[in-house]
């Protein structure tokens, strides 16, 4: 049962999982079940409140989600059935986390009801944006948010897959060796061009795992999970990494996606 009040836990890298949830918020609403929206790396899970149903957004990474999200997931409280549901967006296709998600949320106590996964457009370094088909996918993906809050206010959401097959290929990718040496490397090679960087600021801002800190230039350590979020929001591409063409992907505005509006419902 979804209840009549949500905490939706979201995370969003460039905005594609943050309109599924804008959307899935508005049918909520509009059935008069009130929503509190809080972001998933602001929020520290061991405090959350299981009295009300729960939600969980964020984009696939890496056949999974990031190494963060799996953090907040894994430090949920117990509890003895509050329902959960999930919804995912991906550019394409997902194999590790709907079965892990599932065992992983079971074992807490949760009564998993419903899970959906979502395609929208890519955002892992794209080297050319068509417009006109991004938007046809985000259309279609909005739809199908929108039916699948639907589905879960009628009790007809399901969370199914083949835990087994999803399990095998969760401990493939999101291994700690595959993680640090292969998924995230990317990061290790994030690179700022000086003489274009405005001191903004803006990238340390939206960093989910606070790795930038903002000295007279930005600098980044060694915690990138290359969500996408500096690379794709500096206002003049002064984040880069070398020797890869990519165009900046964004689905929404940054300010959409800083830590502005907390709780908000
Ligand atoms: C590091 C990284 C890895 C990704 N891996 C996958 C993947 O394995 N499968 C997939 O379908 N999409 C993958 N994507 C694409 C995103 O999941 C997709 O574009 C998503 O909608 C982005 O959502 P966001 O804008 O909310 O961050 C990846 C994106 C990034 C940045």
Redesign the pocket.
């Known amino acids: 049962m979804l209840g009549s009040d949500i905490n939706f836990f979201c995370?969003?890298?460039?905005?594609?999982?943050?309109l599924i949830v804008n959307k899935m918020i508005k049918i909520f609403s509009d059935q008069g079940i009130r929503v509190n929206l809080y972001q998933i790396e602001h929020t520290d899970p061991k405090k959350i409140a299981t009295g009300k149903t729960i939600g969980l957004a964020?984009?696939?990474?890496?056949?999974?989600t990031?190494p963060f999200i799996w953090n907040f997931i894994n430090n949920l409280p117990q509890t003895k059935g509050t329902p959960v549901f999930m919804v995912?967006?991906?550019?394409?296709?997902?194999g590790a986390i709907v079965g892990p998600l599932k065992r992983v949320l079971s074992v807490k106590g949760y009564d998993c009801i419903g899970a959906c996964e979502?395609?929208?457009?890519?955002?892992?370094?794209p080297k050319t944006i068509d417009e006109e088909k991004n938007s046809k996918k985000i259309n279609e993906g909005l739809e199908k948010a929108g039916n699948y809050a639907l589905e879960l206010i009628e009790g007809q959401a399901s969370w199914n897959r083949m835990p087994f097959l999803s399990q095998g290929l969760y401990h493939l990718c999101c291994n700690d060796f595959i993680m640090k040496r292969v998924?995230l490397s990317?990061g290790r090679k994030i690179t700022l061009n000086k003489e274009k960087c405005l001191k903004c600021g803006l990238c340390a801002r939206l960093c989910p795992v606070d790795n930038i800190e903002m000295k007279e230039y930005p600098v980044w350590h060694n915690s990138c999970?290359?969500?996408?979020r500096c690379l794709s929001f500096c206002p003049i591409k002064a984040v880069f990494i070398p020797g890869k063409e990519f165009k900046n992907?964004r689905?929404v505005k940054a300010k959409e996606l800083l830590n502005e509006n907390p709780g908000r419902s």
């Open positions: 995370y969003s890298g460039t905005g594609n999982t943050l964020f984009p696939v990474a890496f056949q999974s990031f995912d967006t991906m550019m394409a296709f997902s979502i395609v929208m457009p890519n955002n892992w370094l998924n990317a999970e290359v969500c996408m992907y689905a």
